[in-house]
């Protein structure tokens, strides 16, 4: 659980960044070298790295050097991410609907308390 | 992972999540009432704070504005620690129909879900079906994508269980 959770902060955190979304963008379409990427988002060539390097470590890019050439591509995070997505949704479901049991149980003996009292 | 719920008791009544179709998603549980108290859980503002956020660690709702009947609008705010700005959420309800259905537009981005709730009552138990219609795949695609935005609410969800479980 906590393997899977500090994996899921390193996506978000990843995915928080417009830059980031928006290289993933880009390399959806074609693969692309970091050089290319800095130009094409106007940043440097350091700046670029650093964005590269956190998509790397969340899995969502990989890049291998050929020559001097670092070229990146989408990692298969894909269906990865979509299980994770649905799996974060049925979490989030999962605690609101046990607090929601919780009230309804409640309110229900409140009912079934107050129908008792209206018998006697 | 989720082996770990299912020995609680709770876990007896199963929430389950399913992705129908590449705009759809499907949230549906059994509860143990009657229909007219699950909806009222769900339709009274001061009832429904009480459970949309579970108690948890760091978030909080700090508003829950809900004028429920057909027509009305809703806006629900949430704050988190790690966020300086609270976040937001509102719509407008396209139907209320008592112990039976309601329909609320999610307005916070163009490409919001339609989300349609429905109660059916059998043998004194209830089944709740949370449905969520994206406008496009790609608007499915991009809450799929984007959902680092709606991290604190997730996170928090997920603090909450993990404190559960310890």
């Not at chain 2, 429920?68 to 959420?89: K, S, W």
């Not at chain 2, 695609?141 to 559960?164: T, V």
Request: aromatic residues 8%.
């Amino acid at each position: 659980m906590v393997h899977y959770q500090a994996r899921l902060d390193a996506t978000f955190a990843a995915l928080a960044d417009v830059t980031r979304r928006g290289v993933l963008e880009q390399l959806g379409g074609s693969d692309a070298s970091i050089t290319d990427l800095a130009e094409k988002f106007d940043m440097t060539l350091t700046g670029m790295k650093k964005h590269i390097s956190i998509l790397e470590q969340a899995g969502l890019v990989t890049t291998e050097k050929i020559g001097r050439v670092r070229t990146c591509k989408l990692g298969r995070r894909r269906l990865e991410e979509e299980a994770a997505w649905i799996e974060r949704h049925r979490q989030l479901w999962s605690a609101r609907f046990d607090a929601l049991d919780e009230l309804v149980e409640h309110l229900k003996r409140k009912e079934k308390a107050n129908a008792q009292r209206k018998r006697k | 992972m989720p082996n770990e719920k299912e020995s609680s008791s709770a876990a007896m009544n199963r929430t389950v999540v399913e992705r129908k179709s590449d705009r759809e998603l499907v949230v549906t549980r059994t509860f143990d009432a009657p229909v007219h108290i699950v909806f009222e859980a769900w339709s009274k503002p001061e009832l429904f704070r009480l459970w949309w956020v579970p108690k948890s660690a760091g978030m909080s709702l700090i508003s829950c504005d809900m004028d429920i009947r057909t027509g009305g609008t809703y806006r629900l705010e949430f704050r988190h620690p790690a966020f300086d700005q609270p976040m937001a959420f509102f719509g407008t309800y396209r139907e209320v129909t008592p112990n039976k259905r309601i329909v609320w537009t999610n307005e916070e981005s163009d490409d919001g879900a339609m989300t349609t709730v429905t109660f059916e009552e059998h043998a004194g138990k209830t089944l709740v079906t949370f449905h969520e219609l994206y406008p496009t795949t790609a608007a499915l695609e991009e809450a799929l994508a984007g959902s680092a935005e709606g991290l604190p609410e997730q996170f928090a969800q997920l603090d909450e269980l993990l404190a559960d479980r310890s």
